[in-house]
C-alpha cells in the first residue's frame, strides 16, 4: 500500500513540474570543447527523467542477475519445508488417531525434511510410543533433553515411560529434575509429591507440598487438606514413640480439616491418653457433626479408660444428640446397649436401620442380641447367614479398593488421599428376602426352615400308595382323590418295583397290647427275605412315613357274655395326614398280586366277631401316629419275623422301597 502512495506520489510531482515548465518556456544553452548546444528546458527535463528510469532499469536487471541463484534455492527449500510440515500435521492426526504405520512412516518424513525440529522429534518420539518402540521413543527423548528449549518436554516424556514401564525410580527422577527445572509446572509436582507419600517421606511431602501451594499448583482448600491429610498419617506413624510431637501433628490436621475422621480420632486418642478428656471430647463432637462415623463413636465411648459399660452408653447418648436420625446414631446407641445387656433397649435402637433391607452389619448386630436375649441358635444362624448375602455397610474405598482402615495413599494408584467412606459401587442392591426373613416368636430352632414334608415325594402318586380293597375310603389320604379322578400311574421303569419291610419295633417307644396272634407271616417280609438273600444293592429309603397301630377288639351285646371265643384282628385307624400311609394287612383280606412274579405268604383265616362303629371311633381318639426320621441304610430282613413274631404286630415300622 506503501509502495502505491509513493508511486502516485511522485507521478503527481512530474506531472506538476512538467505543467510549470510548460507555462515558463525558456532556452538552455550547453557549449561543450567549441560546440554550441541549444534546447528547450522541457527538452531537457524530459531527457534527465528517462535517463534516471534507465539507469534504474539497469540497476534492477543486474540485481535480479545476481539474486536469482538463490531465489531458485529458496524457492526449492521452501517447497520442501512445506512438504515436512504437511507430513509432521498429517502424522500428529495420525497418531491422534491410532495409526502407528501411518505415523511412523509420516514421522520419518518429517525428521528427514525437517531435520532437528522439536515437533518432528516429538512426533517421532510418539509414533515409537504408538508402535510399542520403547528404545526408539527413549531416544527421541533423550536427543529433545540436549535443546534447552526441548529439554522440559524429554523430561516429561522420559517420565511417562517410566511409569508405563513401573519404573518408579526412573519416574521419580526425572519428576525431581522437571520440578527443580520449573517449579510451575503441575505434573512435576503432583507427581513429586505422591511419590513422597508412597515412600512415606512426610517431612519431603510436606515441602512439596508448600511449594506447590505458593506456585498455585493446587488452591488453597486443596493444599489444606492435603496438609492435613499429610500431618495426620505423620501423627500415625509416631504415636507410639513420639505421642506429644504426634499429638501436635494430629491436632494441626482437625483444625485444618475438621471433616477428617483419622485425623479426629488419632487426635482425640492421644488427647485422653494425656488426661485431657474434654478436649478430646470436643473434638470427636466437632467432628461428628460434619460426618458421624462408627470410629468416631467408638474412640467417643472409650475415652476414659476403666469406664463402665452404663458410662459408657451415657456418654454414646449424649453423642447421638447432635445427629440424631443419623444412620450411624442407631449403629452406636445399640452397640452401646448391647454391652450394658440391655438387649431390648438394643432391639428397639437397632430398628430404624432394619427397614426397608437391613445391612450386613445390623444383621450381624441382631446375631449378638438374639444369642444375648434367647440364647438361640437357629436364629443366631439364620442372622449371620442373612448378613451373608445382605448389602454392603460403607467402607473406606480408594480407587476401587475396600479396606478396612484408612490409609493417606491408594495402594492401587498411588494417590494422596485417595480413601473415601462410601458403600463400594459394584456390591449395591435391593431388599434380601431370604427364608429366615419370618422368625419364630417363640424361640424355636427351627424358624426360617423349609417343613420337612415339603421335601418328601408327592403322595397323589399312584405308585406310592397301595389302597385297601375292602375298605377303599378308610385307607386313602383325605387330600387325596379317589381312585376314579386319579390320574392313571404309568407303568413302573425296569427297575426294582415298591416293597414293604416290616421293620423291628423302635426300642424307645413302648408297643402297646397286640391282639390274638397270628402264625402267618406277612406278605411283605417274603419280599425284603428275598431280596436280603440275593445280595442286591439297597435302593435310597423314602421319607418316614406314619405308622398306624390297630384297634383294640371290645365285645358288644350278648357275646360279650359268652366267654373267650376267637377275636379278629382289628383294622388300624388311619389319621388324616399328608404323608403316605402304609396299613399293616389284616387276617383274610386280600391284595394285589406283586409284581414281577413276587409271592407272598397265604393270609390268615378271619373270625367273625362283630366290629361296631363306636369301637373303632374310640380307639381312633387314642391312636397313636407319629413321625420317625429313616435309618441310614436298609436294615435287611425283618428279624422278628424271622424268629416267629406275628404279622401285623404293634409298634412295628414299615418302610417304603422304590
Known sequence: ???????????????????????????????????????????????????????????????????????????????KRERGWR???????????????????????????????????????????????????????????????????????????????????????????????APRVGWAGQALLEFQSQDRDWDGALATLDRNARHRIVDKPRAKRLRAVVLTARALEIEMGEPDLARNFAM?????????????????????????????????ETTWRHEPHPELADAYAHLRPGDSAQDRLARIKDLIRVRAHHTECAFALARAELEARNVSAARAALKPVMHPAPSRRACLIMAEIEEAEHGAPGKVRGWRARAARAPRDPSWIADGFVAERWAPVSPVSGRLDAFEWKVPADLLGGPVTDPFDETDEAGDDTAGLLPLEQARPDPTRADSFRPDPARPEQGRPAHMPPAAEAEPAKAPPAAEPPRAELLPPEPTRPAPSAPAPSAATPPSAAPAREKAKSGAPDRKPEPALIEAKPEP???????????????????????????????????????????????????????????????????????????????????????????????????RRFRLFS
Open 252 to 284: 494441626e490436621a482437625h483444625g485444618l480439616a475438621p471433616e477428617l475422621v483419622p485425623a479426629a480420632v488419632v487426635a482425640a486418642r492421644l488427647m485422653a491418653r494425656a488426661g485431657d478428656i474434654k478436649r478430646a471430647a470436643r473434638v470427636v
Open 553 to 651: 377288639v371290645k365285645p358288644a351285646g350278648p357275646t360279650a357274655q359268652a366267654g373267650p371265643v376267637a377275636a379278629e384282628p382289628a383294622r388300624p385307624t388311619v389319621v388324616a395326614s399328608d404323608k403316605v400311609v402304609i396299613l399293616p394287612k389284616a387276617a383274610g383280606e386280600t391284595r394285589p398280586e406283586p409284581p414281577r412274579g413276587e409271592t407272598g405268604k397265604p393270609d390268615a383265616p378271619k373270625a367273625d366277631v362283630p366290629k361296631p362303629d363306636t369301637a373303632r371311633a374310640e380307639a381312633a381318639k387314642s391312636a397313636a401316629s407319629y413321625v420317625f426320621a429313616p435309618p441310614p441304610d436298609d436294615p435287611g430282613p425283618d428279624a422278628g419275623a424271622a424268629d416267629g413274631a406275628e404279622a401285623g404286630e404293634p409298634g
Open 87 to 181: 507430513a509432521l500435521s498429517q502424522g500428529m492426526i495420525a497418531v491422534g488417531a491410532g495409526d502407528p504405520s501411518t505415523a511412523g512412516r509420516l514421522a520419518q518424513e518429517a525428521r528427514r525434511v525437517l531435520g532437528a525440529e522439536p515437533l518432528a522429534l516429538l512426533l517421532e518420539a510418539q509414533a515409537a510410543q504408538l508402535s510399542g518402540d520403547r528404545a526408539a521413543a527413549h531416544e527421541a527423548f533423550e536427543r529433545m533433553l540436549e535443546d534447552p528449549e526441548t529439554r522440559l518436554l524429554g523430561l516429561r516424556g522420559l517420565y511417562v515411560e517410566a511409569g508405563r514401564y513401573n519404573d518408579a525410580t526412573a519416574a521419580r527422577h526425572f519428576a525431581e529434575e522437571a520440578n527443580t527445572l
Open 1 to 79: 500500500m506503501i509502495r502505491v502512495l509513493v508511486f502516485f506520489a511522485v507521478l503527481l510531482a512530474l506531472a506538476f513540474g512538467f505543467s510549470w515548465l510548460a507555462d515558463h518556456p525558456g532556452e538552455l544553452t550547453l557549449v561543450w570543447q567549441g560546440v554550441e548546444m541549444k534546447t528547450s528546458t522541457m527538452v531537457v527535463a524530459i531527457a534527465i527523467v528517462a535517463f534516471t528510469a534507465a539507469v534504474l532499469a539497469v540497476f534492477a536487471l543486474l540485481r535480479g542477475l545476481v539474486r536469482t541463484p538463490g531465489a531458485v534455492g529458496s524457492f526449492f527449500t521452501r517447497r
